[in-house]
């Protein structure tokens, strides 16, 4: 131990002036051991950062698949429940009411940050009603449209057709929508131009126009 103690004391002494002590190799794996150390911290603390908030934006894409979803499925159920009604009994009003009740809806709102509006559509055309629904919420923002078709006469309940179609989403970028939008469990297909003819294929195809939706340029 003395000798030891003796031997660097003399090395020590036969450095030249100025220069400095020599770093024994245990000192210097021991530093490096630490710097190791807090390299793998910090990329821990950035994957876990990154991992973070893929899970947010994946959690936020899916709350705002179920909203559209949900807003669709119930604007189909209020045009289902009125169509069987006289026109005189039925109501525009009520959508927009329907509108502000999801709006309300905890469970489909539950941030409070959810806007859904009803747009342009009618309930005056015996056989058809039709609406035009935005979804907005901080996420993103769709405009998709709803209809519900039924057959003429007293029986014409018995055969219907239940329709949507996406008019634009911010998650496809600006202008009218071009290609199929994926909600998780289902999705919507782009409105095409002979939703707004009056010269359909089936009797039970809807026809836009008399809901006085406006045609998407380009569509």
């Not at 996406?166 to 199929?180: H, I, V």
Request: proline share 6%.
């Amino acid at each position: 131990m003395v000798t030891g103690t003796l031997s660097q004391a003399s090395d020590d002494a036969m450095r030249p002036p100025g220069s400095s002590p020599r770093v024994g190799l245990t000192d210097m794996m021991r530093r490096w051991w630490w710097l190791e150390l807090l390299l793998v911290a910090a990329s821990l603390v950035v994957g876990g950062t990154v991992q973070h908030a893929f899970d947010q934006r994946h959690a936020a894409r899916t709350r705002y698949d179920i909203q559209v979803l949900t807003t669709a499925a119930r604007v189909i159920g209020e045009e289902q429940r009125q169509i069987a009604l006289p026109v005189a009994r039925r109501s525009a009003a009520a959508f927009s009411d329907l509108a502000d009740s999801i709006n309300n809806d905890l469970g489909v709102n539950g941030q409070g940050t959810l806007n859904v509006l009803v747009g342009t559509g009618s309930v005056d055309t015996f056989t058809q009603i039709a609406f035009e629904v935005t979804v907005s919420s901080p996420y993103a923002s769709t405009t998709f449209l709803a209809w519900f078709v039924r057959g003429a006469g007293p029986g014409g309940m018995s055969s219907s057709d239940i329709g949507t179609c996406l008019l634009s989403t911010s998650l496809d970028g600006p202008g009218p929508a071009t290609g199929y939008l994926n909600l998780g469990s289902s999705g919507l297909q782009p409105c095409t131009r002979d939703l707004w003819s009056a010269h359909q294929k089936t009797p039970l195809a809807p026809d836009l126009a008399l809901a006085g939706i406006p045609q998407p340029i380009g569509s």
